[in-house]
């Protein structure tokens, strides 16, 4: 069985920065898809940022693209989102999610996920 266990949520001003992490165990982490999603409450999840194991490639949602880093270090099994100048819209729930597919064709999708952290508080006040 995966496990997901994300850190490094909080609370930080507009304009600030934070790394998440997302410790992964069960599964060979190096041909692991990792993916960001956020969510807030009576929205639906949506994605953030994704490393799949397979293309070598990164992908961002539009909203985050140039703000966001999504990183993997298959060495400690982490993938790691450092997200700077933060906005009171990213404020989320943000959960990290693993696959192990290849074809990447979806990786912004909720279902291409097989497995989903608890996921960690972000908030930026207005």
């Known amino acids: 069985q995966v496990q997901l266990v994300e850190s490094g949520g909080g609370l930080v001003q507009a304009g600030g920065s934070l790394r998440l992490s997302c410790a992964a165990s069960g599964r060979t982490f190096s041909r692991t898809a990792m993916g960001w999603f956020r969510q807030v409450p009576g929205k639906e999840r949506e994605f953030v940022a994704a490393t799949p194991w397979s293309d070598g490639n990164t992908y961002y949602a539009d909203s985050v693209k140039g703000r966001f880093t999504i990183s993997r270090d298959n060495a400690k099994n982490t993938v790691y989102l450092q997200m700077n100048s933060l906005k009171p819209e990213d404020a989320a729930v943000y959960y990290c999610?693993?696959?192990?597919?290849?074809?990447?064709?979806?990786?912004?999708?909720?279902?291409?996920?097989?497995?989903w952290g608890q996921g960690t508080q972000v908030t930026v006040p207005a």
């Open positions: 999610a693993a696959s192990g597919r290849f074809d990447t064709s979806n990786v912004r999708a909720v279902w291409w996920y097989a497995h």
